[in-house]
């Protein structure tokens, strides 16, 4: 429920608002002046102004512009006796959420509250969401001591200022997006949106609607026109996942989008502008796919005006350690646990493995070890088999290997992560519809 304050110097209005709203479950606090709704303003704190424009001394107008200016949290809604286009348009611009037009009826004044009360509790969740995102560990710096990655980053943040168009390439769990939202916030940017689209994710003939948007009718299941991702990253960036797996017929538009900033809805001819600095990341080798003729050059070329190779984690093995204490530390607070340090087998077993999965598959596997441990440290029993079990290597036992063994191996290794059907075939590197029919032939 809602604090509400009422501010009309009709006795009858306030009254009847008073005794319905408190029966609703709301608190509310009346004023009949504009003065002393300034007054009762200053030592509380309101969800919700109902405020009358027609008010002795100050108006309602100036009461609005106030509550705008200072207690920008407290949403208003305008009463009115002279209800008419202008006064909506009017009380819209100095800040108010809605108009009433007297005389009015209580399932009015109760739905326009639900409206308010609902979008703000939609505002919290987004708020609880993004300090939770704020709070992921590295969700704000790309943690290494490799001299490769760290000159890496350091050329990286020397091009994030200017608008150059970013190619990352690596593999999956690499942390490819969060460099590519790291140079959004070190760029001039960084108040605008970050808005990612996975290529990936999407059936060939939605990521152009995804992407572009679409016009109503356009297609069965098109019930009204729709703003697509390019539009919504208007003034901020535009992040283009596995940029690798855009179909052709799509490339030609996205070589507009990049080179003049320029696209259509799908089922509108209208040409829109966009400002918005593109980057994009991949996994696939683009100039192999180049060669075959399965992306096209010239786009390429665009996309790859910097050229970022994020390597993988074996071959940066000194940032194992200093990403292992970093997740064991947050993942031990996140889970009400204990663990502060681990033995000599952990650290061997951390050590040695392969990680295809790269940082990903390591806070995974940690995540699951500060769970299962009971005290302060790790043993290698609390990490997943994969990463202790000598006999998972189709080396480590002298015996070779057939190679659908090794690849019914790989695939069981990797879909152990428990992660989606999509990022487990992304991490493969195959398609999800090749790895379900993989998983059906090794009954995995």
């Known amino acids: 429920m809602s604090h509400i304050l009422v501010v009309d110097d009709d006795p009858h209005i306030v009254r009847t608002l008073e005794i319905m709203l408190v029966d609703d479950g709301h608190q509310v606090t009346c004023a009949a002046s504009g003065e002393e709704a300034l007054e009762k303003l200053k030592p509380d704190w309101f969800d919700i102004a109902l405020v009358d424009l027609q008010l002795p001394g100050i108006d309602g107008a100036d009461v609005l512009r106030s509550i705008r200016d200072n207690y920008p949290e407290t949403q208003t809604i305008i009463i009115t006796a002279h209800g008419s286009v202008e006064t909506a348009v009017q009380a819209m611009k100095e800040g108010a959420y809605d108009y009433l037009t007297k005389p009015f009826l209580p399932d009015q004044v ?6 308010i009360e609902r979008i703000m509790r939609l505002q919290g969740e987004v708020v609880g969401l993004r300090n939770r995102i704020d709070s992921l560990p590295f969700s704000k710096k790309f943690i290494s001591r490799n001299p490769q990655t760290l000159r890496l980053l350091e050329m990286t943040m020397s091009i994030a200022s200017t608008e150059a168009t970013v190619l990352i390439n690596g593999e999956s769990g690499t942390g490819k997006t969060l460099l590519a939202k790291l140079i959004h916030d070190s760029s001039h940017r960084a108040s605008g949106p970050f808005v990612t689209v996975d290529c990936t994710s999407f059936q060939e003939s939605l990521l152009e609607s995804e992407l572009f948007g679409h016009k109503k009718g356009t297609f069965t299941g098109a019930v009204a026109d729709k703003v697509g991702k390019v539009e919504t990253a208007d003034g901020g960036t535009l992040f283009l996942d596995e940029v690798g797996e855009v179909p052709s017929h799509l490339q030609g538009k996205l070589l507009r989008l990049v080179e003049e900033k320029i696209f259509e809805r799908l089922g509108d001819p209208t040409a829109r502008n966009v400002d918005t600095r593109i980057i994009a990341a991949t996994n696939r080798e683009l100039p192999e796919m180049v060669k075959e003729k399965t992306f096209r050059e010239d786009l390429y070329y665009r996309l790859n005006v910097v050229d970022v190779i994020l390597p993988a984690l074996r ?4 940032d194992i350690p200093l990403l292992a204490g970093e997740f064991i530390a947050w993942f031990s607070k996140s889970h009400g646990r204990h663990v502060t340090e681990w033995d000599n087998e952990v650290e061997r077993a951390l050590m040695t493995y392969s990680w295809p999965g ?11 070890a500060v769970l299962i441990c009971p005290g302060r440290i790790l043993h290698k029993e609390h990490l997943p088999a994969r990463l202790v079990d000598k006999t998972t290597d189709a080396y480590s036992s002298g015996v070779l290997l057939s190679l659908a063994e090794v690849e019914e191996r790989h695939i069981r290794e990797v879909t152990a992560l428990n992660l989606s059907q999509e990022e487990t075939a992304k991490m493969l590197g195959i398609d999800p519809s090749t790895l379900w029919r993989k998983r059906k032939k090794y009954n995995i």
């Not at 109760?110 to 409206?115: D, E, N, S």
């Not at 071959?315 to 000194?318: C, D, T």
């Not at 790269?358 to 699951?368: D, K, Q, T």
């Open 315 to 318: 071959s940066r093995s000194e």
């Open 358 to 368: 790269n940082v990903r598959e390591l806070a995974n596997a940690l995540e699951r």
């Open 110 to 115: 109760r739905h326009r509250i639900l409206q």
